[in-house]
T-cell receptor
């Protein structure tokens, strides 16, 4: 059974820092992995989708990597800004049912 | 391209009442999902439609929850009767279909059952 873990659960950094959020999964047989952002009381915004055949994806200040063999993905945020404050969730799609299996998220606070 | 639309955004009802949520997916997206997200948890898939057919409803509490997607476009999710533990955010998402495509989420409906 696929399990997704995100570490740390919460992170507080000063503005301008580069930071890394971690996501690990137990079953390497995945189709893809998706990173989302969720603002308080809001829906989910898709940030990056990495297919199982890919190693990384980039969008602006965000870079996500995928290492299937070790069951890990990282989301790198460069030059963090207060507007980056949100909860970041990763979800993997895999297995026979092809559902998204979710982590509990990392709550990020970027302080001015 | 317009995003996934949901209404209402907020709803407060008493237990044992009924409630319905509406979702309009991104145009051309064949797959539609309803999720339930309880505070502090990841989203839980309730039901997945491919066009107007149900692909997965294994986690839908069928004694009180129902969903339909007539004509393969809009969808409604209904709860009748509501329980206190149904208080959550109900998220609708859509994708082009198939395994590889991203899911795009609507803003969600925050339900409070008192």
């Amino acid at each position: 059974k696929q399990e997704v873990t995100q570490i740390p659960a919460a992170l507080s950094v000063p503005e301008g820092e580069n930071l890394v959020l971690n996501c690990s999964f137990t079953d390497s047989a995945i189709y893809n992995l998706q990173w989302f952002r969720q603002d308080p009381g809001k829906g989910l915004t898709s940030l990056l989708l990495i297919q199982s055949s890919q190693r990384e994806q980039t969008s602006g200040r965000l870079n996500a990597s995928l290492d299937k063999s070790s069951g890990r993905s990282t989301l790198y945020i460069a030059a963090s800004q207060p507007g980056d404050s949100a909860t970041y969730l990763c979800a993997v799609k895999g297995g026979n049912n092809r559902k998204l299996i979710w982590g509990l998220g990392t709550s990020l606070a970027v302080n001015p | 391209e317009a995003g996934v639309a949901q209404s209402p955004r907020y709803k407060i009802i008493e237990k044992r009442q009924s409630v319905a949520f509406w979702c309009n997916p991104i145009s051309g997206h064949a797959t539609l999902y309803w999720y339930q997200q309880i505070l502090g948890q990841g989203p839980k898939l309730l039901i997945q439609f491919q066009n107007n057919g149900v692909v997965d409803d294994s986690q839908l509490p069928k004694d009180r929850f129902s969903a339909e997607r007539l004509k393969g476009v809009d969808s409604t999710l209904k709860i009748q009767p509501a329980k206190l533990e149904d208080s959550a955010v109900y998220l609708c998402a859509s994708s082009r279909g198939g395994t590889s495509y991203e899911q795009y989420f609507g803003p969600g409906t925050r339900l409070t059952v008192t």
